[in-house]
């Protein structure tokens, strides 16, 4: 495996691992509301970050790259705004 596949499959694994913590915490009933709906936007964030990593290849045109560099660009931002950016492959 090539050490870009490498890095692809640990970032899955750990994007993953997040995406198992904040489920449970969006529905752990001992904690407060604001903190399980702060669980279930992280959970939007994570999928979405899931969603470009399952698009990655070892072999991306500059293009490709560039136009995943603006939806990671795009998902970031609207971390920051409160909102949640749907990603899909290219």
Known sequence: MHIF???ITSLRSQ???VLAANQARAADQSLGPSDRN???FNIDEVQAMLAILDCMKPNL???EARQ???RIRALLEGAQRGQVVRIGCL
């Open 5 to 7: 596949e490498r890095h």
């Open 15 to 17: 994007a993953l691992a």
């Open 38 to 40: 702060a669980a279930a």
């Open 61 to 63: 045109r500059p293009k």
């Open 68 to 70: 995943i560099a603006a």
